[in-house]
């Protein structure tokens, strides 16, 4: 089976445009969650999705918006960029989107390199 | 809020070596669960063991054991029979059970295998 795919790889914006990441999950998976790393620092949860309702959100502004599809892909949305949105946005997938005794792992994607001049 | 701490930057290790690798966190929660993830230059987060806080034998997967100390709130990583492919930046997360599927990441370790 093919793991999380990201799209694109990487993407250079410049300060105040929009930008759209795309995640497509692992099949089976109905759970996307989106994660923002700075460069030298762990990952940021920013959304987490099941089933196309938002089940977790972190500490973003709200120019960070995410949606699920049908299809259980997801796209997460950042409208006026800023400098500091430069990271790796990282997918990642799982089956049960609900962390109990019985959860399957995150798999994670390759990630979107967003760079912001 | 739950936090955590890794306090080693980075790390070396002579290959076939055994090398630890720290990690603190804080919360108030009794059931949860700890991560460490492997990060190599590829980027992908690849999980390398998982701990149940609620179960107290230490988990282990081939070379990767842990050393869990819940009251002490310590999660170490040992790595035996270090080898190149080893070498990538890794974290320690935490996860609520029975919650979303929040991970809080710590700040990374760098580990760099020596040949």
């Known amino acids: 089976d093919a793991g999380v795919t990201q799209s694109p790889t990487h993407l250079i914006k410049t300060r105040g445009q929009h930008v759209t990441l795309r995640c497509s999950p692992i099949?089976?998976?109905?759970?996307v969650s989106w994660y923002q790393q700075v460069l030298g620092q762990g990952p940021q949860f920013i959304f987490q999705y099941y089933e196309k309702e938002e089940r977790g959100r972190g500490n973003f502004p709200d120019r960070f918006s995410a949606r699920q599809f049908p299809n259980y892909s997801s796209e997460l949305n950042v409208n006026a960029l800023l400098l500091g949105d430069s990271a790796l946005y990282l997918c990642?997938?799982?089956?049960?989107?609900?962390?109990?005794?019985?959860?399957?792992?995150?798999?994670f994607g390759n990630g979107t390199r967003l760079t912001v001049t | 809020a739950q936090t955590v701490t890794q306090s080693q930057p980075e790390m070396s290790v002579q290959e076939a070596e055994t090398v630890t690798l720290s990690c603190t966190y804080d919360t108030s929660e009794n059931n949860y669960y700890l991560f460490w993830y492997k990060q190599p230059p590829s980027r992908q987060m690849i999980l390398v063991i998982r701990?149940?806080?609620?179960?107290?034998q230490n988990a282990t997967e081939n070379r990767f054991s842990v050393n869990f100390q819940k009251a002490a709130k310590s999660f170490s990583l040992k790595i035996s029979d270090s080898q190149l492919g080893d070498t990538a930046m890794y974290f320690c997360a935490f996860m609520i059970l029975f919650g979303n599927e929040k991970l809080t990441f710590g700040t990374g370790t760098r580990l760099t295998i020596i040949p």
């Open positions: 990642a997938s799982s089956r049960t989107g609900v962390n109990s005794s019985y959860n399957s792992p995150l798999h």
């Open positions: 701990q149940e806080a609620y179960k107290q």
């Open positions: 099949s089976g998976h109905k759970s």
